[in-house]
């Protein structure tokens, strides 16, 4: 698997969520980025078990993370709950799951062989470049080959 290539095709996946009315669009990195424009979403660190089976196939979490502005503490929480819930217009999870290719198809256009959102964990603040925002962490598993 091509890290960089995944990493950045988790981003563009995720950029597919509608925002509600009057929030703006929600900006997507495959990177840890040096400044946000919020609410962003990017891929950041990752945990990597080579060789899984003996056909050399590689499992992958991502932890991503998505932070929302604070222009008040209940209507950015709210926001961040649409994002990270399990269904519906603004929901990560479906719109990072919509690259999973159908049955027999690779994932990420061909990049891995599957993937799934599989957990949200650390809902609380965060401060990233001097600025304190409401997020949360998703963590995306991938598998693929290892080569």
Do not use: N
Not at 9 to 20: L, N
Not at 53 to 76: I, N
């Amino acid at each position: 698997m091509q890290i960089s290539e995944i990493r950045a095709a988790i981003a563009a996946a995720a950029s597919a969520v509608v925002m509600p009315t009057g929030v703006g669009k929600l900006t997507c990195t495959g990177y840890l980025p040096d400044s946000i424009y919020e609410p962003h979403f990017y891929v950041g660190e990752y945990d990597q078990e080579y060789d899984r089976t003996y056909g050399g196939v590689d499992r992958v979490e991502f932890t991503c993370l998505v932070l929302v502005g604070r222009a008040d503490d209940l209507s950015c929480q709210k926001i961040l709950d649409g994002l990270l819930s399990r269904g519906g217009p603004s929901s990560l999870k479906v719109a990072i799951e919509a690259v999973r290719g159908a049955p027999g198809q690779k994932a990420l256009g061909g990049l891995a062989h599957d993937l799934r959102v599989i957990r949200v964990q650390a809902y609380r603040w965060y401060e990233h470049d001097g600025t304190k925002y409401v997020g949360a962490e998703l963590v995306v598993e991938v598998i693929g080959d290892g080569a």
